[in-house]
């Protein structure tokens, strides 16, 4: 984390959390979601949703390259698996279309692993769902694997150094513990008391 951000935090202790503005896509792009995105549906889009929808409800690609540094230095996850950009004394809640984590792969023989954020990483785990997709737990997270390096993911599993287990993709956040929409948490009624 950015020092400005933490001094910012401890001048400004008390700042609301900010919910539903800001998407990570599953190639690891930043999307920032005014009202009318939000408004188009969640970030992760609606199955059986025509694409002109579900790409309105993304919102708008961010491209400055300064800004996602910012947004990535200061990228992190709470206890409860939500993950968060801190933007000075306030948290920004991240839509995630997949995963926290957007893996981009070296080739042969290292296999080098690298998170969207430019973060390198160890592979733990790796991860194949019902639809083909490769995710790898790592130290320093959970994340998919970019579509662009599926090449160098296919070349790591034939040479044996990844043995890839199954799970569905409902089950993945629940297992690697992460939360792809803390907006939808925010918007449910609280518990029945009594």
Known sequence: MDDIVRQAIAKWPNVPDCYGWLGLDARGNWYMRDDRAQAAG?????????????????????????????????????????????????????????????????PAPLFAVAAHTGAPARTQRCI???AGRVYLETDIGFGLVHTQDMTHAADAVEQGLWVPEECPARDLPGRFGYVRSPQALQDKPPPAVG
């Open 42 to 106: 969640p970030f992760a889009g609606v199955r059986g949703a025509d694409t002109a929808r579900n790409m309105a409800a993304k919102g708008s690609l961010l491209k400055h390259d300064k800004l996602i540094d910012f947004i990535q230095r200061n990228y992190e996850s709470d206890k409860a698996g939500r993950w968060f950009f801190q933007n000075g004394p306030q948290r920004v809640y991240v839509e995630l279309e997949a995963t926290p984590m957007v893996w981009r792969l070296g």
């Open 128 to 130: 194949v769902d019902e």
